[in-house]
């Protein structure tokens, strides 16, 4: 398949949404990747390839922390800073082709997690070795790993459901049942399991979040007037700052700075102790926010929180 040299501009490459974006992001990783994705418009390179780039050197990257030696866990920061070079380049290349899909949504998330799943095992083993207990080790990394899925599955949630109802474009969410998530016999063993992984994050959002989930099915019906998400922009448009500590910048210098001091489990007790609690206070007061937007506007029942699990 062949694609015409000239590219749009990088000013035509949509991010999330300025308004969900890090700092970082938008100055270092979209620019660059940004770059990455215009010097592969013309080639064959497939935005599904980048994604799978992204994951072979973030699975490098991970690795290199196994290790107690500075210079390697240095290295391996380095290389998950270009990992995420290629996350960001591989969304942007799709925009440019105007071929994104929900399959390779799916398959980022998974990059995204083997990525993470790959570097808990590694300071796993490097606990180990360094004098834990292997069941004292695994059970660390165990709950560092549930409560980091769970803590990046808020923050997706959070800043996607401020693009659905106080922006009205840009969300992912998407409907539940999108013909490409809920084909009945999708085409390789693969994708069956991407969207099965896919249905069970979407699962886990919706308990988390089932006043919002509901708001943004209203969003997306277009049965939100202009008043209610301007509500909503300014009571949930003030959590999205918080994103920010529970993101994956964030992680990356709290992993390289863990490694590099000879500290690894500092990157656990931060996931399983402080992360933890801002999620539950995020997820709390963006419940709380869609609530009151819901009593703002009247006729709307949110549902009651389920937990967060």
Known sequence: ???????????????????????????????????????????????????????????????????DSPALNAAGFVLFIISDLFDSADGQLARLRRTSTR??????????NGRFINLYISLCVRLVHGGWSVPGAFALALAAGLSHSTQSAAVDFIRHAFLAIGVGRGSELGDAADSETTAARPASVLRRLAIGAYHAYT??????????????????????????????????????????????????VIVGIAGVSGHPSA???????????????????????????????????????????
């Open 1 to 67: 398949m062949a694609y015409d040299s000239a590219a749009p501009d990088a000013n035509d490459l949509a991010t999330k949404g300025e308004a969900v974006e890090e700092w970082l992001d938008l100055r270092f990783f979209r620019p660059i990747g940004a770059r990455i994705a215009r010097a592969a418009y013309p080639t064959r390179v497939s935005p599904d390839q980048l994604t799978l780039i992204c994951l072979l050197v973030g699975l490098v990257a991970g690795h290199l922390f196994l290790y």
């Open 103 to 112: 399959f390779g949504r799916i398959l980022d998330g998974v990059s995204d």
């Open 203 to 252: 699962a886990r959002q919706r308990r988390m979040f089932p006043a919002t989930w509901a708001l943004v099915g209203l969003a997306e019906r277009g049965e939100l007037s202009a008043v209610a998400r301007g509500a909503y922009r300014q009571r949930a448009g003030r959590l999205l700052a918080a994103c920010a500590w529970l993101g994956q910048n964030l992680r990356f």
């Open 267 to 309: 990157m656990l007790w931060a996931a399983l102790l402080p992360m933890n609690a801002l999620m539950i206070a995020l997820v709390l007061a963006q419940e709380r926010a869609t609530r009151r937007v819901c009593a703002l506007i009247g006729g709307v029942v949110a549902p009651e929180p389920v937990g967060i699990a």
